[in-house]
């Protein structure tokens, strides 16, 4: 080619002149000739490939033309260069005349189109390639692994390492100091890791369609991607191998679990831990409280006078004769018990018949004024405080605490600052008091001219013998076993070591208990860690020692809780979710989100009981301990975060959090959530909590979501935010979103590219629109758990990704508020798990309704719960009944079923499905029936029956009979106001009725007496008529009983003496409102009986107090609340009366 293009130049040279020589020679376009007949056939192949992918690819679309265009270019500059050699040479070079000149016009003009057609097929080529190496990408899934194999496989070893070296951080300095280092690498590895599965999710989740800034990242993948994830690969490798050198140095064991492994799971107990040792400084904080146990504090005079105000007793008037406000400090070391002690006091039944209010505040390290008034708000009120201002927030306190005698417990002070909450105080009653516990008498010192401080009580470690015991008890020592001798020696030698600290004892204690092994209580024994020891009262080496002790799964828990400050409350559930957020929960194939949360929770009983958790004293009542408020010890806590320091920040107000690369962790805790300027510097953040209930505006979040990309995980629960910004499509590691309890009402299309999310937590987002889901959610390929506005649910039928990923568990599920009254909607709630309760029933009147729920179709529902409505007015007609009875027809479960629930239920008839063995995995089917005339047929499987405010119900002899009902255990029959006959002669037949409540049935006729089964532990006869004759008979042989309750008897004179000593079970007894009973027989029997109530008996004459055993006998009935249920119940079944 070269030959031939010089031959031309040596032709045309007498010709064209010098300079256009020079040029011609000067344009090589032999080599460019060459270069399109070698890069032609290449073009064409990558044309052949682009069209031939099978999907839509932009890039491509957009490139494709200009590839063909410039091929056909450079196929014409080939044929014209052919056409012309072959003229020339055909001519033997001859050509004269016009064919020279035509020649010498296309010779002038063909460098440059040769160079042109060269330029614009190579860069086509060039960007078609590169492009086609993104086709290959998206045509082969093995092309995502193949960057960081290395690191895949080395990721696992550097975990173990971790969870190898971090046993021994504390006592390994060079350990200590590379761990971090160990831990940075990690993250960084998971960086490119999460890179390259963000990558493939990606294009999972453009549904084909690779175009705007999905291409830019994809090209920016190819460049940098690689490089980046070798540096890691390299780092992460140098740090292992280092850590693995300085492991065999000093001999750690291979086993990260030798350190601190269990042989047996931590015992998990709900029972909380009797004090020890305490009695004598309880008692003395009574005497000064000025608080009574004398027999005058029980008579009915001092009630009343209680219940106005007037009460005083006279240890306490000398005291209150100025209506100086009594402050009660105790003051102790950390881990003496002063929080017990001031919960015992708080507690104690004395203190609360004597104080018509109870508030408890936790102060902490960080006094903030604003939040404290809200909390004596909400515990003298009872509800929310939503006021700012803090002058109102203390008129509205003095009101509620005007003449009304308040005990208010202040722990753990830390400055003279507790004054300020004293405003308020002073102006309730005469006798009221605060306690405040401190580690420091200085903090004591006050001011206030309306203030007496009483004598302070010191606590100290406790008593040797006392101590002993209770540490014995907490290591599990307190049973019998062949080789507690030796560990009682061991246990011993610990337990002297411990200077009398109860907080040392229960951790230690919990320790020790949880491996039963007499090698593993050497090695506590003999561990350096007690070297640690600063003075010698300091038991901060005992908590490390605990936390160094536990497996490493509850270590990464327990440590994770330093993103909250002191004393921050928290609930068990609440931990569960950041702990699944965090991955610190194991997650198998097919596993359910119900499961890692029942893990997560057994978890935390796991450091409960371990007292790295505390209970948060509260007047609120939760319905489940999971959602209990508990904090963590402030010791525990300085604990906690000595090992995080480096990972883990909280900001706060009024605090300086110093920005470091390794803060991976954090946590925003500020009254006014718009100044987070500083966390914008911590640009390394993985998870991201709002742990602060203020409204955070859309510009903060836009803010956060532009600066810090690397959010993997992103809590936003409680929060008043309304909605996310439209870029939060920049956050494409985001797996964990939690907006749930948040008044959001849409999100923003750019929603939809966040295709790493694995997680959505939308739960009780009540005012979400039904509008609010962006049209492409189906792009989120990644979701795998999905809780959604229930309200919504019906809505989601065409978001194929969230329906496939929606979990949802332990479900509340109103027809009438979520439902829109159409019950048919429950049929979009797929894959309910647990317990499921159906409420509002009274408002489905059609069979066929129920029957579109498909309850049949809900496999994994192990309790469900139907429920009626008391409230709703029925006329009780007869077809109605039958309309109910048919809906019940409808809703039949599915046979997996463990528990079935129907509580107040207005049919007359169960369903057919109820006889049919449909159930035989059923356990436990509890009935309740209410506003029935007639009962004429139960399902035979039923094990608790309730009948309730049945008030035209006359007989139940047909039905209630042992013969028919052979699994029951329960009876609960009250507030029948027209019931007259009931089968209590055949009671003795139900061999396995273990409760039986009949109450406000005053009507009741019963010729013959009750007799019943000796299996009976609770029962309850409360204004039941006639059958209060078979009283005291029926006690006979009831050797199981447990509690009995006789309540508005008046027949009722005595019960003898050998009638209660066969009660030999019996540990509660109340006896209320029989006004003609005299004896309850020989008071030998009360010495097994813990709680006795006997009030309104006039004829019958106690001695009152606290007996020398420590057991409390009362006048009052045991719960108020119990009569205000009844007084209620009545008050229902009158309303309803015709």
């Known amino acids: 080619m070269e030959g031939f293009w010089n031959r031309v130049i040596e032709f045309l040279e007498p010709t064209i002149g010098q300079s256009a020589v020079d040029a011609l020679k000067n344009s090589a376009v032999s080599e460019k000739i060459s270069w399109l007949q070698v890069k032609l056939p290449r073009a064409r192949l990558l044309i052949e490939r682009s069209e031939s992918r099978g999907f839509i690819y932009k890039p491509i679309d957009e490139l494709l033309p200009h590839l063909k265009e410039a091929v056909n270019k450079a196929d014409i500059m080939l044929a014209e260069f052919e056409s012309q050699k072959q003229r020339l040479e055909g001519s033997n070079w001859g050509i004269q005349g016009e064919l020279l000149n035509n020649f010498k016009n296309w010779i002038s003009g063909y460098p440059d189109a040769v160079i042109s057609t060269h330029c614009m097929l190579d860069h086509v080529c060039n960007e078609m390639e590169k492009i086609c190496s993104m086709l290959d990408i998206l045509k082969n899934p093995d092309q995502y692994n193949k960057h960081i194999s290395r690191i895949c496989a080395t990721l696992p070893r550097a975990k173990l390492l971790i969870e190898r070296s971090e046993c021994w951080r504390l006592k390994h300095k060079s350990i200590d100091e590379l761990l971090p280092q160990l831990k940075e690498a990690v993250y960084k590895a998971e960086i490119e890791k999460d890179d390259i599965e963000s990558m493939k999710r990606i294009l999972e989740g453009a549904e084909c369609r690779v175009e705007g800034e999905l291409l830019n990242y994809l090209k920016n993948w190819i460049t940098f991607v690689p490089d980046k994830a070798k540096i890691a690969q390299d780092t992460l490798d140098y740090v292992c191998n280092e850590m693995e050198k300085l492991c065999q140095n000093h001999k750690i064991p291979e086993n990260p679990n030798q350190f601190g492994n269990n042989a047996r799971p931590i015992t998990r107990s709900s029972h909380p831990v009797e004090p020890y040792g305490r009695n004598k400084e309880l008692n003395d904080a009574i005497d000064f409280l000025g608080v009574s146990s004398s027999k005058s504090c029980g008579t009915k005079k001092a009630k009343k006078e209680r219940k106005s105000g007037l009460y005083i ?229 005992v908590l490390q020692l605990s936390y160094q002790h536990l497996p490493f799964y509850l270590k990464k828990c327990f440590s994770f809780c330093s993103l909250y400050p002191k004393d921050h409350e928290l609930s068990a559930i609440e931990l569960a979710k950041l702990w699944i957020m965090e991955g610190f929960i194991p997650k198998k194939e097919n596993d359910s989100l119900k499961h890692m949360e029942d893990v997560a929770l057994g978890y935390f009983q796991d450091l409960k009981n371990g007292c790295f958790f505390l209970n948060k004293t509260s007047n609120k009542n939760y319905e489940h301990w999971k959602y209990e408020k508990y904090v963590i010890h402030d010791l525990m806590h300085d604990v906690c975060q000595s090992i995080t320091t480096e990972e883990c920040c909280c900001l706060q107000d009024g605090e300086i959090c110093l ?265 436990r089917f509890s009935l309740s029936i209410s506003w029935c005339c007639s009962i004429s047929q139960l399902p035979r499987s039923i094990t608790e029956l309730e009948i309730r405010a049945c008030y035209r119900l006359t007989s139940l002899n047909d039905c209630l009979r042992p013969n028919l009902l052979p699994e029951l255990k329960c009876i609960n029959i009250g507030w029948c106001d027209n019931l007259k006959s009931l089968p209590v002669e055949s009671f003795l037949g139900f061999e396995s009725l273990e409760k039986l409540r009949i109450k406000g049935c005053r009507e009741l006729t019963c010729p013959a007496k009750m007799v019943l089964p000796p299996s009976i532990k609770v029962l309850e006869l409360d204004t039941c008529g006639e059958l209060e004759n078979s009283i005291p008979s029926c006690l006979e042989n009831l050797s199981s009983l447990e509690e009995l309750l006789i309540d508005g008897c008046p027949s009722i004179v005595s019960i003898p003496d050998e009638v209660m000593r066969n009660l030999k079970s019996l540990k509660s007894l109340s006896v209320q409102h029989c006004p003609n009973l005299i004896s309850l027989g020989d008071e030998g029997f009360l010495k097994s009986i813990k709680v006795f109530t006997i009030w309104c008996c006039p004829k019958r004459k106690i001695t009152w107090g606290r007996n020398p055993d420590g057991r409390q006998l009362s006048d009052a009935p045991s719960s108020s609340n119990a009569r205000k249920r009844k007084a209620r119940a009545r008050k229902v079944t009158t309303k309803y009366r015709t």
């Not at 300027?677 to 409204?695: D, G, I, Q, W």
């Not at 077809?879 to 079923?897: F, Q, S």
């Open 313 to 541: 007793h006279e240890s306490s008037k000398s005291m209150e004769k100025n209506r100086n406000l009594a402050i009660l400090p105790i003051v102790g070391l950390g881990g003496m018990g002063k929080t017990t002690l001031a919960q015992m006091i708080y507690k104690d039944k004395r203190v609360k018949d004597y104080f018509h209010l109870r508030i408890w505040i936790c102060v902490s390290d960080k006094f903030d004024l604003e939040r404290l008034l809200k909390e004596i708000f909400e515990g003298a009120s009872g509800k929310k405080c939503d006021l700012s201002s803090l002058n109102i927030i203390e008129e509205k306190l003095e009101e509620m605490l005007k003449s009304k005698r308040v005990l208010l417990v202040v722990d753990d002070i830390w400055s003279k600052d507790w004054q300020n909450l004293l405003g308020p105080m002073n102006e309730s009653s005469q006798g009221s008091a605060i306690i405040l516990t401190t580690r420091s008498p200085e903090h004591l010192q006050c001011t206030g001219v309306n203030m007496t401080i009483l004598k302070s009580i010191f606590l100290e470690g406790l008593e040797e013998k006392i101590y002993w015991d209770f540490f014995r008890s907490s290591a599990g020592l307190d049973v019998t076993a062949e080789n507690y001798g030796q560990l009682e020696g061991i246990a011993n030698e610990i337990c002297h070591r411990l200077k009398g600290s109860p907080l040392a004892a229960k951790t230690l204690g919990g320790l020790l208990k949880s491996r039963i092994d007499e090698q593993y209580w050497i090695e506590i024994r003999d561990s350096k860690m007690w070297e640690l020891k600063q003075n010698e009262d300091d038991i901060m080496p």
């Open 659 to 923: 920005t470091k690369d390794t803060i991976h962790h954090l946590s925003i805790l500020k009254k006014n959530p718009e100044n987070t300027r500083e966390m914008l510097t911590f640009k390394n953040v993985h998870s991201l909590l709002v742990a602060s209930p203020n409204y955070y505006g859309i510009n903060t979040m836009k803010s956060w979501c532009h600066r810090l990309t690397s959010i993997r995980r992103l809590s936003l629960t409680k929060s008043k935010i309304k909605g996310l910004p439209e870029n939060i499509g920049n956050l494409k590691y985001l797996q964990y979103l939690d907006i749930s309890n948040t008044p959001i009402e849409k999100l923003p299309d750019s929603f939809c590219t966040l295709y790493n999310l694995q997680h959505l937590d939308m739960w009780c987002c009540d005012k979400f629109l039904e509008s609010g889901f962006p049209n492409g959610s189906n792009k989120l390929t990644g979701l795998q758990f999905f809780r959604p506005p229930l309200h919504l649910v019906h809505c989601l039928t065409d978001k194929r990704n969230l329906v496939r990923a929606m979990q949802l568990y332990d479900l509340e599920y109103d027809v009438v508020k979520h439902g829109g009254n159409k019950i048919e909607n429950l049929k979009h709630l797929t894959g309910v798990r647990g317990y499921f309760y159906i409420k509002s029933l009274c408002t489905v009147l059609r069979k066929e309704a129920a029957e579109e729920a498909e309850l049949n179709k809900q496999e994994f529902v192990d309790t469900l719960h139907l429920c009626w409505d008391t409230e709703w007015e029925l006329s009780n007609k007869d077809d109605e009944n039958e309309i109910h009875r048919e809906v019940l027809e409808g809703l039949r479960p599915h046979p997996n079923l463990r528990v079935l629930e129907i509580s107040k239920y207005v049919g007359s008839l169960a369903a057919n499905w109820m006889g049919d063995n449909l159930l035989s995995n059923l356990r």
